[in-house]
């Protein structure tokens, strides 16, 4: 039997029980899920494990290399992506023929495909949702220095994230990675999208024989002006006068409330001289929040998921009064114990396997608050919690 040669990021599976000798397409279902899909040009298939399921993706060896290289490189630079954890060559078969490399990613859990999304058309009322998630993402990934090349409907992988939606890139294929891009490389890709966006969507008309209508072809244009308005809001330099340093506090403290870190802060003269300064901040990745939650609680979310749950965090600490560095770290530690863990167990229990029970936290959160909101007082998490259960679990209001 010819060998492969393996390559896998520890803490995964060795894959070596799969038949690397046959092509995936040939493998044996019963070891196989079946899950939904973008459109894509790839043999690709989900393989489950204990722990995890895997997606198994066979290319060139190539481009395999390339994939495997630039999903790394993305995850460096924490970059909203799927996680790489592996690549297989096939040496007795010829470098640039199909399945002679493959990739292998960890299946991102509560995602789902723009099919999925999309009911009446034009991703009917998550339609916002969904655009302001894309301009996210690709201003996450240009501040990265992460070229796409082709962004589009089915490359992306779609979660709910609190109130909003998120996406995550899923094909690395056609990315390059620079410091910086040039406003000519960003313009290129966002023409890119609005093309891909607009097959997508005629693609998806087609498939439905329902008539494509010009917005839905237009969505594309609609993600780049909301990337651009972002982007201007994340990356104009500011000029302040020499007695104003606190508006950097306040710049920084809204590009964190926006899920940016803050990983520089320049300041030089003004271009009228020494009496005013001008910021230019350099930002980084979008998981402000999620870190931070990570970091305190060891608990994993979505960046909004993350700041939702934060506040949980902060309204426990603010009632049981804890304010040295110390306590802090302690109190948290107990209400992930007594508060978040035990909740969560019973969320999950409510919402069966196919749930997503932390973003059934926030939803759950969400209740509390309005409820407090409407009685005008705080209602004890117990009582809020049954409520949210009798009212059908509702989740956020759509704009
Ligand atoms: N790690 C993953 N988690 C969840 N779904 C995945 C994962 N990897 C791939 N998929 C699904 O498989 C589909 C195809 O993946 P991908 O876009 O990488 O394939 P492709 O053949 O390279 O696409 P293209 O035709 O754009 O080159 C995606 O749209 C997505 O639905
Ligand atoms: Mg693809």
């Given at each position: 039997m010819p060998t492969p040669k393996l390559n896998i990021r520890s803490g995964h599976p060795d894959f070596l029980d799969l038949d690397w000798s046959r092509s995936v397409t040939e493998w044996d279902p019963d070891r196989l899920v079946d899950l939904p899909t973008g459109i894509h040009r790839h043999e690709i298939v989900f393989v489950p494990y204990l722990r995890d399921i895997y997606a198994v993706k066979e290319m060139s060896l190539e481009l395999a290399r390339h994939e495997w290289q630039m999903l790394r490189g993305l995850r460096d630079r924490d970059a909203s992506v799927v996680e790489p954890v592996g690549i297989v060559e096939r040496p007795w078969i010829p470098p640039d023929e199909e399945g002679a490399g493959a990739v292998i990613t960890r299946y991102l859990d509560y995602t789902f495909s723009y099919r999925e999304l999309i009911e009446g058309g034009g991703f009917g009322p998550r339609r916002n949702q969904m655009l302001d998630a894309f301009a996210n993402?690709?201003?996450?990934?240009?501040?990265?220095?992460?070229?796409?090349?082709?962004?589009?409907?089915?490359?992306?992988?779609?979660?709910?994230?609190?109130?909003?939606?998120?996406?995550?890139?899923?094909?690395?294929?056609?990315?390059?990675?620079?410091?910086r891009l040039t406003e000519g490389q960003r313009t290129e890709d966002l023409h890119l999208m609005i093309e891909n966006v607009a097959g997508g969507m005629a693609d998806i008309a087609a498939s439905q024989d329902i008539e494509?209508?010009?917005?839905?072809?237009?969505?594309?244009?609609?993600?780049?002006?909301?990337?651009?308005?972002?982007?201007?809001?994340?990356?104009?330099?500011?000029?302040?006068?020499?007695?104003?340093?606190?508006?950097?506090?306040?710049?920084?403290?809204?590009?964190?409330?926006?899920?940016?870190?803050?990983?520089?802060?320049?300041?030089?003269?003004?271009?009228?001289?020494?009496?005013?300064?001008?910021?230019?901040?350099?930002?980084?990745?979008?998981?402000?929040?999620?870190?931070?939650?990570?970091?305190?609680?060891?608990?994993?979310?979505?960046?909004?998921?993350?700041?939702?749950?934060?506040?949980?965090?902060?309204?426990?600490?603010?009632?049981?009064?804890?304010?040295?560095?110390?306590?802090?770290?302690?109190?948290?530690?107990?209400?992930?114990?007594?508060?978040?863990?035990?909740?969560?167990?019973?969320?999950?229990?409510?919402?069966?396997?196919?749930?997503?029970?932390?973003?059934?936290?926030?939803?759950?959160?969400?209740?509390?608050?309005?409820?407090?909101?409407?009685?005008?007082?705080?209602?004890?998490?117990?009582?809020?919690?049954?409520?949210?259960?009798?009212?059908?679990?509702?989740?956020?209001?759509?704009?």
């Open positions: 993402l690709l201003v996450e990934l240009h501040l990265l220095g992460a070229f796409w090349g082709d962004c589009s409907l089915s490359n992306v992988l779609y979660r709910y994230d609190a109130e909003a939606l998120q996406v995550t890139m899923v094909d690395a294929e056609t990315v390059s990675l620079h410091d494509v209508d010009a917005g839905d072809l237009a969505l594309g244009d609609d993600i780049a002006l909301r990337y651009e308005g972002l982007w201007h809001e994340l990356t104009r330099d500011e000029e302040i006068r020499r007695d104003e340093t606190y508006k950097i506090h306040d710049r920084v403290e809204r590009l964190n409330a926006m899920g940016f870190e803050v990983e520089d802060v320049e300041i030089v003269p003004g271009a009228e001289g020494e009496s005013r300064l001008r910021l230019r901040l350099k930002v980084g990745g979008r998981r402000f929040h999620a870190h931070r939650l990570y970091e305190l609680a060891r608990v994993e979310a979505t960046e909004r998921q993350a700041r939702q749950i934060l506040s949980d965090l902060h309204y426990h600490h603010a009632k049981q009064g804890t304010d040295s560095p110390a306590g802090k770290a302690v109190a948290a530690v107990q209400w992930r114990v007594n508060v978040f863990e035990p909740l969560l167990v019973r969320i999950e229990q409510a919402m069966g396997p196919s749930g997503n029970p932390v973003q059934g936290y926030a939803d759950f959160l969400h209740h509390r608050y309005l409820l407090a909101e409407q009685a005008g007082r705080d209602i004890e998490t117990e009582e809020a919690f049954e409520d949210w259960l009798v009212s059908g679990r509702p989740g956020y209001p759509l704009s």
